[in-house]
């Protein structure tokens, strides 16, 4: 018996891949509003978002591409309205084809008074793959239900939902179809400015899984300190360099705020990860305040991000390597996290922040800003700016800030020269200029502040690249519980530990050699003698013992030097043995034996740290533990190290 498909519900600007064994698929648009004739044709696209040819345009009247992989199968009745129904041969559709978009247009009216339009796709056994309904449409004459594309050799389907008043004509046009006006019922008027849209200009597309970038402001750069358990450290650690140029290292990162509700630490936890690697949980008391953005991002198929900044430090302990972190995260307030609004449904870019600036005249405007006014009166929205050039009068040209494009205000004629040419210069792009903003209010006033760059700090990838958009999100629920996360499970789930990483061992030394290291507060040396090393370490205390092998020595400090330099010494000493520190070479017998000077005086004689081992000490005239005369009494061939090398 086949597997049963669960149909996705897309929202506008989501994608989800086909079964990878699907060969043929049935895109279905409908309308509820059964009197209205919709024409449905599909657009065969290039690379370059264009037709290559008129012959990639499939309608009523050439219901067949020239390959036959894209056929027009006509327009039926059904109980809940009207549908068109065009048949599309994913084995068949040439290479040069990236996408097919599927579209419909009316001669007259518009798409705002059909009711639901729906948008499915369902593959040869009639078994339904995704389904799309659009309910915002408005002015529109010719409407883009969805595409289906190709990407890293796989077949998608996305739901687009946008529209253009110009009619069949104007979207044919726009997608590189030579429209013959006589023949076309369809107007063929300009569109407005502001529903200029071309392949260029369309809104990118927001993969399932794409970054969605916090809308709030912190109070500071980071404003959050975040809870880093020791399990969390070797995930940082995994982030900085192999060999920290310092003892303490920084780095900004991208984070993703993850919501764990199956986690062992409630329903609320919400881990922060960085490249894919938790490295912290945000604070229990404010997790239940985020709880509601973060699920309704994550429930819309998309990731929420912040900015994070990190502080690494790692020394020496007495028994390990010992490190600690600070992470802060900017969150700023969770009420501001996404727009009150959706975002604009004409093509657009949000350029950057920059500084506040206070839009004027929000009073004439309230019955607009009422709807937007929240319930705690504060929250942040997607406003748009256009030019306005009053006809005559002694009203001066100004900005006028919209909202859903609705007028809620406008900038100060001084102000609105500085953002006039930016505005400009993106909309002869066909963009419209949008930005972030933020509202406070009552239920008796309200005023709106922007914040955004003016046209002097406006960057050749501001003006000249791609439009910076945003996707819509599925409607906010009251229940930060009620949102269905469980196509994000495995998202969700807590990520495994990254495990510490041990330090890699140099190679080792010849036999003779002499070796200087520090842990902690303590500075040892070690002599090879055969394939053990002996040294300084007078008890079992601590991580360093007596007698080691390179493996465990070679891994339990971050730097070693090699003694490379020595000088004879006579037995009254000199200037280099009565250094704190120094270190000596000798023999005692056929013996071989290092030490180190921990006087911190500089004294005549010294106290000496030996690399005489407990096991070794009843065949000699001394132990660990010795003075200069002793030294000079009994061993033969003292030298002091003259010099150093940091061993690779």
Known sequence: ??????????????????????????????????????????????????????????????????????????????????????????????????????????????????????????????????????????????????????????????????????????????????????????????????????????????????????????????????????????????????????????????????????????PWAISVRAQGRTIGYLDAEISQAWAGPLRRIVASGFIPTTSCRISYSEYEGWDATESRAWVQVGLGEACDAIPLNQPPTVAHTIVPR?????????????????????????????????????????????????????????????????????????????LVTACWADITGSAVAAKIRIDSIKANEASAQVLDGPPVTYPQLCPELADPLAYDLSAARALLESRPQVQPVSRPVPIEPPDGSILRFTRGSYTFVAVRRGSNWETTSTGSGGAIEQVMSWTNMGSCAR??????????????????????????????????VAAINVCARGSDEGDWYTTVTDSAAHRLPFGDLTSWPEITQHGQHIQVVSAWTPLG
């Open 1 to 266: 018996m086949p597997k049963a498909v669960t149909p996705s519900r897309l929202l506008r600007g989501q994608n989800i891949p086909l079964p990878a064994d699907t060969i043929r698929i049935d895109a279905v648009i409908g309308w509820a509003e059964s009197t209205v004739e919709v024409d449905a044709s599909a657009l065969l696209l290039g690379p370059d978002g264009k037709v290559g040819s008129d012959a990639d345009f499939v309608f009523y009247n050439q219901p067949r591409s020239t390959d036959g992989s894209v056929r027009f199968e006509g327009t039926g009745g059904t109980v809940s309205g009207t549908h068109a129904r065009i048949v599309i041969d994913l084995s068949a559709v040439p290479d040069h084809v990236h996408a097919v978009a599927l579209v419909g247009s009316i001669a007259t009216g518009n798409f705002g008074a059909l009711g639901e339009l729906t948008f499915t796709i369902l593959d040869e056994s009639g078994r339904c793959l995704a389904e799309y309904a659009a309910t915002d449409a408005t002015t529109e004459k010719a409407f883009v239900f969805g595409e289906v594309y190709r990407r890293a050799g796989a077949w998608k389907v996305r739901a687009v939902g946008q529209g253009w008043d110009s009619g069949l004509a104007g979207l044919a046009t726009d997608f590189g179809v030579e429209v013959d006006d006589s023949d076309e019922p369809a107007p063929v008027g300009q569109p407005e400015p502001t529903s200029v849209s071309t392949p260029a200009q369309r809104t990118p597309e927001h993969e399932a899984g794409s970054p969605y970038r916090l809308w709030s402001r912190p109070r500071n750069w980071n404003d959050h300190e975040l809870d880093v358990p020791d399990e969390c450290l070797p995930a940082i650690r995994s982030l900085l360099p192999s060999d920290l140029p310092d003892d303490r290292s920084e780095l900004t990162s991208e984070v993703e705020l993850i919501p764990e509700p199956f986690s062992i630490r409630g």
């Open 354 to 430: 920059s500084g506040i600036v206070q839009v004027t005249k929000e009073h004439e405007h309230f019955d607009v800003l009422r709807a937007f006014v929240p319930a705690n009166g504060h929250g942040v929205l997607i406003v748009t700016l256009h030019e306005s050039v009053p006809d005559g009068g002694r009203a001066k040209p100004h900005v006028e800030v919209r909202v859903d494009n609705q007028r809620v205000g406008q900038l100060t004629p001084q102000m609105s020269q500085r953002f006039a040419p930016l505005i400009q210069h993106l909309g002869a792009r066909g």
């Open 559 to 592: 730097t070693f030097d090699i003694a490379t330099g020595f000088e004879p010494v006579e037995r009254h000493g000199n200037a280099s043995t009565r250094q704190s520190l120094a270190v000596i070479r000798f023999t005692v017998g056929n013996h071989y």
